[in-house]
């Protein structure tokens, strides 16, 4: 059997299989308290087939929070909604940890508390749109953080951490890719201070860290991992050396011990290329924990990056979005449903919990 469907140790979770869930944003939490609910627990539950699923990023506080109808855990309808997700998936024998997220630069007023603009490291607007009331909007200039307002944002991580662990969790996933908050301060196209927060490489890297910090005195260092995105220029993000500054990001994992590196391989649903390739294969060589390859990644491709040790598991998004049973199909080299763009965000089941199983198949 290939090893894509043998067990592995992810720090101190022990997971049946290597086919996970990627984090997936589907813009389906309730409106009004942004809590899961009934749809999330079918949702969740359909795809504990997964060795591991990582839930959909999740916002920290009502300041992380940047498009319409994503969920939250700062709140007790959020911690009551979640409790549901991780009982339905626990109770068919799958392991799940959340996404902890604070957007940063990528919202609007029209979403902030009191109208406020949206924070980050340094007033400079990403190139970039959200969705916010209905529509596509620009993301403004957003205001520059004071650095009095570092250590409450690092309590808001600690915080949304604790109640991950009340909502029953099995860990927690450090969002640090794709240009939100901690990869807006990482990366120095859109860190310009001067504070200890900006500056060298060291500076841009300090808020995770103490991040990271918060994160593992709540959780242990086998319960927590990172997701980074080196070379992805979602968001409009970018750095002038991405080698160099990501080296030191995978220094800082080291030196705290995360349990594990969940790697954005390349520009975001694209297949990698060849320079970004070697360019992950140094990184990936750097790390000392368990290495998680993700972006459109298929079957033969997943099975070959495994069995080579490049990865000790791969994440799958849009495959399980239209695949509940994404990690017996693959065993079993069974047909894949196709996933329909058109119902990725927003909306209800349609799109969401009513793609068939294997077995749902009428009889050919
Ligand atoms: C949370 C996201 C990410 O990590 O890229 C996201 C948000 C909106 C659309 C797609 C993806």
Redesign the pocket.
């Known amino acids: 059997k290939a090893k894509l469907f043998t067990p592995v140790q992810l720090g101190d979770i022990a997971l049946k299989n290597r086919v996970l869930m990627a984090?997936l944003?589907r813009n389906r939490a309730r409106s009004g308290d942004d809590a899961p609910y009934d749809i999330h627990v079918t949702y969740y539950g359909q795809r504990a087939g997964a060795g591991l699923i990582f839930t959909e990023?999740t916002q920290i506080s009502p300041q992380g929070k940047g498009?319409d109808n994503t969920p939250g855990i700062y709140s007790k309808a959020q911690i009551e909604g979640w409790k549901a997700v991780t009982d339905a998936v626990h109770a068919k024998g799958g392991k799940i940890i959340l996404q902890l997220?604070h957007v940063g630069r990528i919202s609007h007023p029209d979403i902030q508390e009191g109208g406020l603009d949206p924070v980050a490291p340094s007033a400079i607007a990403a190139q970039a749109q959200t969705f916010v009331n209905g529509t596509f909007v620009d993301t403004p200039t957003p205001r520059a953080l004071e650095t009095s307002e570092i250590p409450g944002l690092v309590e808001d991580f600690r915080r949304a951490a604790e109640n991950a662990k009340t909502a029953g969790f099995d860990g927690v996933e450090v969002?640090a890719?794709?240009g939100?908050l901690l990869d807006q301060f990482i990366r120095d196209g859109a860190n310009k201070r001067d504070d200890a927060y900006g500056g060298s490489v060291e500076n841009r890297v300090r808020f995770l860290a103490e991040v990271l910090d918060a994160v593992i005195d709540v959780w242990g260092r086998g319960r927590v991992g990172v997701r980074l995105s080196p070379f992805n220029g979602?968001n409009g993000i970018e750095d002038s050396d991405p080698d160099t500054t990501f080296a030191h990001v995978i220094d800082v994992l080291n030196e705290k011990g995360v349990a594990y590196l969940h790697m954005v391989e390349g520009q975001?649903a694209t297949p990698q290329a060849d320079k970004e390739r070697e360019a992950v294969a140094r990184l990936r060589a750097r790390f000392k924990g368990a290495y998680i390859a993700n972006n459109s990644y298929d079957r033969a491709m997943a099975i070959d990056e495994v069995e080579t040790g490049m990865a000790d598991a791969v994440a799958f998004g849009r495959s399980y979005i239209a695949n509940p049973d994404l990690a017996e199909r693959l065993e079993r080299n069974a047909p894949l449903n196709t996933p329909d763009h058109t119902t990725f965000?927003g909306g209800t089941e349609k799109g969401y919990t009513d793609y068939p199983f294997l077995n749902d198949t009428k009889a050919a």
């Open positions: 984090p944003t990023a498009y997220w969002h890719a794709n939100y979602f975001m965000y």
